[in-house]
């Protein structure tokens, strides 16, 4: 759908905006809003805390699937509100985070007050809060430039006063807003489409890969009692070994690694031998972000802890823990940090993305699940991992489920890329609509009333 420009155009005087309608005015923000500033009730004052005052702060705005707000993750009393700076705003106010980032907003539905990380726009006179607060959704690049800061970018009260901005006719303001409320609407209506459609991606991958991992290719296999509580029937010529039968007969072909105590921690480097973290470690491969590393005469003392290619990866905590992947041909031997576990698979009897497709795959994760305790974060011992029994098809059927798993995983993920590559063109639609829409470059003020 294409839109007419206006009749004529004048010089904004503001760069970012270029040119506006002829008829638009273009003012700083405090000529049509007051702005207000937020406070934090000290935090060691119970009686300031967990009352029915609404308190929001970045965070809260920057969560939100709906440009509206009615609730915030805490709240404070009244006598917490009267021992600080922070003031109740009115309903309709737009509340904007000014730092950490800069640019996510709200309007709220209801009264509320914010932390110092906000400020408040009450509307005082011709001023559609809707329009406004499109207007300052797609203008969080220019609102950072004047951010300053040298911990972190914060835009001051006086600053964002001062913003200029494009300010139409208020019945103008209106028509622009309600168009903008239908057209977003069908967009947002798309988008969710193309996110249910992951989803449904996702889960159904999952249960192919279940299936495979469990039961095999052959829907007409023999099936027998797995012996493994969690699991139920296997093909009957399946085997259910421990998982440290799976490595190579070799001292810590199965092990965590050394780092961890401030006494390694301090030997680490910027250059060397790579020191691997569960930040490594992806569910679709290894992709290394650490920038440790020890010298080399250290990574000899620590070579019962090295990786190689083929060996397998698996985090020893996290959310969930279990999860692992193969260390890629190509990248350099590394050593493990201690929140990693590395086996070395003996090649004659698995194959090591198989058994990272099992171990990945809802059973393996419900497995793993079963021998975890949960301290500061979810975790499981080494010993409780080497004694974890799983289903294990003969080395050739595992070439073959692999190959199978391989083909339709990549199929899967190109349909998910689809999907996302729609949603991006969608938003990136969405924002292009409502920059045009309340920056003036297209005229929709015929298009409000039509269905």
Known sequence: MSFPRYPSYKDSGVEWLGKVPWHWDVLALKSRFQIIGGSTPKSETESFWNGDILWATPSDLSKRDSVYINDTQRKITATGLASCGTRLVPAGSIVLSTRAPIGSLAIAETAMCTNQGCKSLI??????????????????????????????????????????????????????????????????????????????????????????????????????????????????????????????????????????????????????????????????????????????????????????ENDILIAKVGDPPGFCCTYPKGEPPGIICQDVIRMKPNLELVLPDYLCFLLNSPPGVEAVDSICIQLTRKRFSLADLHSLRLPLPPRPEQGEILNWLKRIVGEFCNLTTEAQRAIDLLQERRTALISAAVTGQIDVRGAVDSP
């Open 123 to 308: 509307p005082t006179k011709n001023a559609n809060t809707d329009f406004f607060a499109y207007l300052l959704s797609i203008s969080s690049t220019e609102l950072n430039i004047r951010g300053k800061g040298t911990t972190f970018l914060e835009l001051s009260g006086d600053e964002l006063g001062a913003f200029k901005t494009p300010v139409p006719p208020h019945p103008e303001q209106t028509q622009i807003a309600a168009f903008l409320d239908r057209e977003t609407a069908k967009i947002d209506e798309l988008v969710t489409e193309q996110r249910r459609l992951m989803a449904l991606l996702k889960e159904k991958r999952q249960a192919v890969i279940s299936h495979a991992v469990t039961q095999g290719l052959n829907p007409h296999a023999p099936m027998k009692p797995s012996g493994i509580e969690w699991l139920g029937d296997v093909p009957k010529h399946w085997s259910s070994p421990k998982l440290k039968t799976l490595a190579i007969d070799q001292p810590a072909a199965f092990t965590n690694g050394p780092f961890g105590s401030d006494l390694l921690t301090s030997e680490l480097h910027v250059e060397g031998v790579p020191v691997i973290y569960i930040r490594d470690l992806k569910i679709d491969g290894y992709r290394r972000r650490s920038t440790s590393y020890v010298t080399a005469d250290k990574a000899i003392q620590l070579d019962k802890f090295r990786v190689d």
